[in-house]
């Protein structure tokens, strides 16, 4: 799998255009809390998190999933992918090694910085309202995750340099804009009661409420069980659409 | 020991079949030339072997073993359709990409092989603005890295100008004779393989016409003497009448082709002089690879 891992890290890093605005977007939601809180007196980590979350997250999982689903769907655009098959690549090697690649990728610029700066800010500033400070990072951590395999899996499946990025922005955009449009404007009845619970199951809206989320209604399970529950089920129609051999 | 071994291969997208009962034997180094028109099948063999197609029945083997194919895979090399290269990379930028997927340790071979191709001095071009028949040794370049043992090639040589095509085929010839490369090679450019194989395998609609060696081919194409005298009627009928055979064709009213006495050169040409006839051209002439494959196909379509 090592070849594998070092090919594809080779192909996304050398992708050259697509790779700089990976890292552009991918630091943005770190660097904007600084810039848009600069003014403000009474500052803290909770109020970095929050924006970090909120703002960021549409960036994350939005525009952020276009990029690397365009980086991702190069490999089938040129079909290059076909070089790991005719060399007898083992299909599992070759979903991992895309995983790993894109969420180290996603750890260095959407994980690492923001975990370096926040600490920084919460040694200068003070955490804030916070109870639950490492398991909010480490909640957050799942969510970004999360949607990296998402993007990544996706991606696999689609195999089309349009049709790829656009189905993640939507899967990523729809239930977002529906969950807030419910949360801000609706009432809540029992229907809309049933979507918002359905769809804060999505690391979408997950990664706009994992800072002040009350973990104690489960919200943890929610997350983890997400986490699982699109890993295993995404892995295995991925899995299963390499192994029927249709290449086109 | 064949190193190749296919079994009744068949493929169906959806209730259409492509291809259909294939079967075929590839000996250690020898090259087999695929040969059939556009939608004949010859793509889909190839990326069956390649394991971008399941089979829909059959068998495949390679060095003599039907299992582990995958594992086969890693001592083969394949390209398929137009080279596969990613045009956002330059020529060495997909060599390495390669490099890597193969596993091939020495950096050096990539130098090697651009130079082989001569793509050498390419520089920083990206691939997605190279000519056809730049992509076209990039593929080959690419094929060739990792040294395989078995090469899968469709078309390679389209797109190619003359002096490359001999090129490729003098280095493809030297892989099979110097280190026994075993080479299927499909291309539309029926001289250049005749020159190559040393085995040929028939295929129009997805079914196998025929396989046959170089030497059956030879046995097949039927020789005949082309024959030019100063008045080709009475030529004609001295043919009919002192030779006693009607076995052949007058072409374009002024050409005969014999198809007897393909033995007894000395015979015929006595027998048309001693008739008082000046002959102004005799000469053995067999049919090429294109007309033997032009009638079985034709066949096949009428």
């Known amino acids: 799998m090592s070849k594998l891992i070092k090919a594809e890290f080779y192909r996304s890093v050398r992708s050259g255009i697509f790779f700089m605005i990976f890292c552009v977007f991918g630091l943005l939601p770190t660097v904007m809390p600084f810039a848009s809180l600069a003014d403000m007196e009474q500052k803290n980590l909770y109020q970095f998190l929050i924006f970090y979350s909120q703002s960021g997250g549409i960036l994350i999982t939005g525009y952020f999933g276009i990029i690397v689903s365009a980086m991702i769907s190069n490999l089938y655009y040129n079909r290059t992918y076909y070089y790991e098959i005719m060399d007898g690549a083992n299909t599992h090697h070759i979903i991992f090694s895309k995983l790993i690649v894109y969420n180290v990728f996603s750890t260095a610029v959407m994980i690492i910085p923001p975990v370096i700066a926040y600490s920084i800010v919460g040694n200068k500033y003070g955490i804030?309202?916070?109870?639950?400070?490492?398991?909010t990072v480490l909640l957050g951590i799942i969510i970004i995750l999360n949607i990296s395999c998402i993007n990544v899996f996706i991606s696999m499946l689609i195999r089309h340099i349009l049709a790829a990025p656009i189905l993640i922005y939507s899967l990523s955009m729809i239930p977002l804009f529906v969950y807030l449009m419910i949360i801000e404007t609706s009432e809540m009845t029992g229907v809309n009661k049933f979507i918002t619970k359905a769809l804060s199951c999505s690391p979408t809206i997950q990664i706009t409420e994992f800072v002040k989320a009350d973990y104690s209604t489960g919200f943890v399970v929610k997350v983890i069980g997400s986490f699982v529950v699109f890993f295993v089920g995404l892995y295995?129609?991925?899995?299963?659409?390499?192994k029927k051999k249709n290449f086109k | 020991m064949n190193v190749i071994e296919l079994k009744n291969l068949s493929k169906n997208y959806g209730r259409k079949t492509v291809v259909d009962n294939f079967s075929l034997s590839v000996e250690k180094g020898h090259i087999c030339g695929l040969i059939g028109p556009n939608g004949a099948g010859k793509t889909t063999i190839m990326k069956m072997l390649a394991g971008l197609a399941a089979p829909s029945s059959g068998g495949i083997g390679f060095f003599g073993r039907n299992d582990e194919l995958d594992k086969s895979r890693k001592r083969m090399a394949f390209m398929l359709e137009a080279p596969i290269v990613d045009k956002s990379l330059n020529a060495r930028q997909n060599m390495e990409y390669v490099r890597y997927v193969k596993g091939v340790a020495d950096k050096k071979k990539i130098d090697e092989m651009l130079d082989f191709v001569g793509l050498q001095d390419v520089g920083k071009k990206k691939a997605g603005k190279f000519s056809l028949g730049m992509t076209q040794r990039l593929g080959i370049a690419m094929a060739l890295l990792a040294e395989p043992e078995i090469m899968v090639l469709d078309e390679p040589v389209n797109g190619l100008d003359p002096e490359g095509i001999v090129?490729?085929?003098?280095?493809?010839?030297k892989l099979a004779e110097e280190k026994n490369v075993t080479i299927i090679i499909s291309s539309h450019i029926l001289s250049e393989l005749s020159e190559l194989c040393t085995d040929f395998s028939i295929i129009n609609h997805g079914k196998q016409i025929e396989n046959l060696s170089r030497e059956e081919l030879m046995a097949k194409c039927r020789s005949y003497y082309a024959i030019r005298t100063n008045d080709i009627n009475r030529t004609a009928a001295v043919i009919e009448d002192k030779l006693g055979t009607k076995q052949y064709k007058v072409i374009h009213g002024d050409e005969i082709r014999l198809f007897d006495f393909l033995d007894n050169v000395e015979k015929v040409s006595k027998t048309i002089t001693d008739?008082?006839?000046?002959?102004?051209?005799?000469?053995?002439?067999?049919?090429?690879?294109?007309?033997?494959?032009?009638?079985?196909?034709?066949?096949?379509?009428?």
């Open chain 2, 275 to 302: 008739n008082g006839l000046i002959l102004t051209k005799f000469i053995s002439e067999g049919e090429s690879l294109e007309d033997f494959y032009l009638s079985k196909v034709g066949a096949e379509n009428e």
């Open chain 1, 128 to 135: 804030g309202e916070m109870n639950e400070l490492w398991l």
């Open chain 2, 167 to 173: 090129e490729i085929r003098l280095m493809l010839k």
């Open chain 1, 236 to 242: 295995t129609l991925t899995y299963i659409s390499y």
